[in-house]
């Protein structure tokens, strides 16, 4: 779902007529007036077929005109592409993105910024999946098809990107912790953004090591009021136990790109899988980590345990005791993982845990980390829809039969000028001439002079002033 700057929502899903009432299944897009309490859906079918299904729906904006990507075969018998189409009239043109690709293609994601449109998606057999990407030229041009992933574990899914800037973010699976495959990977949340080489993306990155699976990412860039930029991203975290009803909490945390202070750092993180030596209440493991300054620090640590097996930890001399709600007791666990988080404030150098065992306790593994880098929710700033940079998109639809519509962001606050020429240069129609605040902006062109008259079929161009910035684009009206 996705909701314009007039409170208008859109959204997209997948009618599918089960059998053996079959008849079509339908592509839909629905909007909505999202300034209501009980909004009523108007919808429209984009795409149908008795044959094959239309899945994993996903919708961004170009001001209020809608985008849509989702998976389908290219015909019966063939395996799901990625598509793309928009709202053109009363039309949905269809693309093939994926362009019959040899292998399943799924889970598409699309973002629009300065109307230059990128999809991303996950292309293999199970257990052989990576991420493609592919992005559309403000002029309507396809470029090349990337891998963004490159990891080497075959199971990259469900991947997200976020304009500007180009991140992108993913579930893929760690390497195996031993030799002969060990114990079960682990999702987690994996980033990359564009190389400087065109066409290559930079190594894939765990965003946020974690002891537990890491999965179904979601991210946004944004600003804050002082103008620090971050790439945020939330994801579900959780282990499923071996009985009962699995709790999974959503984790948040963000990456600053620029400007401003704070931010978080990831002080220790390891993913192992090792069993103590036996033995009846003894000292087992060792790690050391530094703190920068006087600070507070979350711990998140993993492990299991059977029978009489026990463990516990000891932080700085600080003994945080036996069958606590601190230490796994295999007389309650009997082999199921059991992650025990807490958040301290220590002072500023190098800080000591201990891990202390009774029998032969597992652990999985351990994070430290300090300030707003995740591990449960917290607060990350005040948010403001505010664009990183001024902009002017290309209006739509275009070519026009009658009205048009123009969006464009500003990035501070200042005198705007917003105005329709014809080839001549000459001024057609004035729209914006105000001062006005920094954030998203969009205004209609009915097609008509300043004096109220229809203008005449041909290519027109506007022009947007504000500030520093000017930009000028193309525009054609056909009668």
Known sequence: ????????????????????????????????????????????????????????????LDGDYPHIVYSRPPSVGLQDDIYHTELAGQFWPKFNVSEYSVAPSRHPHIEIYDSNLQVVWSEGDEGSQEIFHRGRH??????????????????????????????????????????????????????????????????????????????????????????????????????????????YTIEFSHKQISGGGGGGEMLLAVNVNESAPGGSRAFWKRMSFSVPRDLDVSFAIAGSADNQDEMK????????????????????????????????????????????????????????????FGGGPQSSGLVTDVPASTF??????????????????LAKEGPVKLSIYNALGQVVRELVSENQRPGFHRVEWDGKTQEGKQVTSGIYFYRLNAGGFSKTNKLVVVR
């Open 313 to 372: 930890l000891v932080l700085d001399s600080r003994d945080f005791g036996w069958n606590t709600s601190e230490a796994w007791d295999g007389r309650e666990l009997r082999g199921q993982r059991k992650v025990v988080k807490f958040r301290v404030p220590l002072k500023k150098g190098t800080h000591i845990l201990e891990l202390h065992a009774s029998g032969r306790p597992d652990f999985k593994g351990l994070r430290i980390w300090h300030g707003k």
């Open 138 to 247: 403000p002029m309507l041009w396809w470029g090349a098809i990337t891998n963004a992933s490159g990891t080497p574990y075959g199971d990259s899914d469900y991947p997200r990107i976020t304009m500007p800037g180009y991140h992108v973010v993913w579930m893929d699976k760690t390497e195996s912790l031993t030799e002969g495959g060990g114990p079960p990977r682990l999702w987690q949340t994996y980033y990359t953004i564009p190389s400087d080489e065109p066409g290559l993306w930079k190594p894939a990155v765990n965003m946020v090591p974690t002891v537990e699976h890491a999965r179904y990412p979601h991210a946004v860039r944004r600003q804050d009021l002082i103008g620090t930029t971050f790439f945020d991203v939330a994801h579900t975290e959780g282990d499923p136990p071996a009985s009962g009803v699995p709790i």
């Open 392 to 409: 002017l998109s290309q209006s739509f639809p275009n070519p026009t039969f009658g009205k048009a519509t123009i969006a464009y962001g």
């Open 1 to 60: 779902m996705a909701i314009d700057a007039t409170d208008h929502g859109h959204v997209a899903f997948e009618h599918y007529n089960c059998p053996p009432f079959l008849s079509e299944n339908e592509l839909i897009y629905g909007g909505f007036d999202a300034s209501q309490e009980n909004p009523s859906l108007d919808y429209q079918t984009v795409d149908h077929s008795p044959y094959f299904r239309f899945q994993s729906p996903a919708i961004a």
